[in-house]
């Protein structure tokens, strides 16, 4: 008589599970753009949504706790002159978001822990350098301030945002790029292209160190549909979840380092299609619960939270599952890695789970433009001030350092409001 074996894995009965209504969000009017992103970026203290917009571009931050419904006249963050075609969460400060548009332009934002009560309009710094709309951003994920561009017009930047500088640029692609990968440590990073070939670069030396490959270690067809798949990877569970843009099922794998490879987990299937989809770092999910990842998925008019889940009867935390995971303190600073250096992720234990801190000041070893708010008046230094007479100047000089005064002074009164009603808001009052 003949027994088959059943592969073992802690992740064979991983199931996952809408959560209830009631901690959805509601009434959103997500983005219309015809472009391949996920349109969602999420960490563990905002969601990020990019929507519709009359006369440009702009996305919906909002706080984890603000479920249900939105309202529509929820204070947006705008500032591009063009629809929003990516956002990415920085994974060393929760606080910083990173935006690109068909403007041409990249953005960096710094969004504040209270709930927002007017647009927010003013990036921390604006990054320039391409001639045709930029579709993707994705942040180095060891080296403090590194964040990579890639345009319609086939560049890669590579920014330390923290001087609003570029650092390298790479134009190796014939064709439009279509996404973007760093591997774990931030030396080499994965493209593919609208020419069908899968590059890896080595942004440092400014080379394709390697294209396409002989054969795929496993090759597995999951439907005849068109729609732009969406992949996740798990690094600490080694696992990959597969979500496709207007498909409403979500596919899980489990990758080994035997034969075959890759090992087909399960399919989250619901009724409607999904407009997206963003995928919680590890550090944001409930380890109370054996949660092991958590996928926001984006439909018409709501995002909808599934949680994944290893059935375990025991309370107590479960090592197996949560190995230490990437925290938010960089490995690098921008100098260290553009001079060579690689360093694996910090690493942080979810034993007693992951509580966000507050948002603070990106430390740098040099002066950073994401300390403080850049000016879009121009300075009085900049005018031909020659030309003046000298009364004249001393009286505007006068009226310029009064006005400053009085919007200094708004200003604070305006954020010890957002303090108050944020302590209301979260019951802290």
């Known amino acids: 008589m003949s027994r088959s074996i059943v592969r073992q894995s802690k992740f064979r009965h991983v199931f996952g599970q809408a959560v209830k209504t009631e901690q959805g969000y509601d009434d959103i009017r997500v983005s219309k753009v015809t472009w391949d992103s996920s349109f969602c970026a999420v960490n563990p203290k905002f969601l990020a949504v990019i929507v519709e917009s009359s006369g440009g571009g702009a996305f919906l931050v909002l706080p984890l706790s603000k479920t249900g419904r939105v309202d529509k006249n929820y204070p947006l963050v705008v500032g591009h002159a063009g629809p929003v075609l990516d956002i990415d969460w920085c994974p060393h400060d929760d606080n910083i978001l990173a935006s690109c548009s068909e403007d041409c332009t990249a953005m960096v934002w710094q969004i504040p822990d209270h709930i927002l009560t007017r647009p927010l309009s003013d990036p921390i710094v604006v990054l320039e350098g391409h001639s045709k709309r930029v579709g993707i951003v994705s942040w180095h994920p060891t080296a403090r301030n590194i964040l990579l561009t890639a345009g319609s017009d086939n560049l890669i930047i590579i920014w330390n945002v923290g001087t609003g500088e570029p650092l390298l640029s790479m134009d190796d692609h014939p064709d439009l790029i279509y996404s973007i990968s760093w591997n774990r440590n931030g030396s080499l990073f994965c493209t593919t292209c609208k020419d069908r070939r899968l590059r890896v670069c080595d942004p440092r030396k400014r080379e394709v160190v390697a294209t396409n490959f002989e054969e795929p270690i496993a090759l597995l067809e999951l439907d005849t549909s068109n729609g732009v798949l969406l992949p996740y990877y798990d690094a600490d569970a080694n696992m990959v979840y597969l979500s496709g ?103 942080v234990s979810m034993r007693e789970g992951y509580v966000p801190p507050k948002s603070r000041e990106l430390k740098v070893a040099k002066k950073n433009v994401l300390d403080s708010r850049p000016t879009t008046r121009r300075s009085m230094s900049t005018l031909e001030t020659n030309s003046l007479p000298p009364q004249l100047l001393e009286r505007l000089l006068e009226e310029i350092q009064n006005l400053k005064a009085t919007v200094l002074s708004q200003e604070k009164r305006i954020c010890d409001l957002e303090d108050k009603l944020s302590q209301y808001t979260n019951g802290t009052a």
Not at 263 to 269: E, G, P, Q
Not at 288 to 304: G, N, P, S, V
Not at 320 to 334: F, M, Q, S, V
Request: aromatic letters at 10%; proline letters at 11%.
């Open 245 to 347: 843009k207007g498909d409403s099922s979500v596919r899980y794998f489990e990758i080994t380092e035997e034969p075959p490879y890759v090992h087909y987990l399960n399919t989250y299937s619901s009724k409607e299609p999904q407009r997206g989809m963003g995928f919680m770092p590890k550090r944001g999910v409930d380890v109370t619960k054996c949660e092991i990842a958590r996928l926001y998925k984006l439909h018409d008019k709501k995002c909808e939270p599934i949680t994944m889940t290893v059935p375990r009867k025991s309370d107590l935390f479960q090592d197996d599952l949560y190995p230490d995971t990437a925290g938010p303190e960089p490995a690098l600073e921008p100098e260290e890695w553009l001079e060579g250096r690689d360093e694996d992720p910090i690493l």
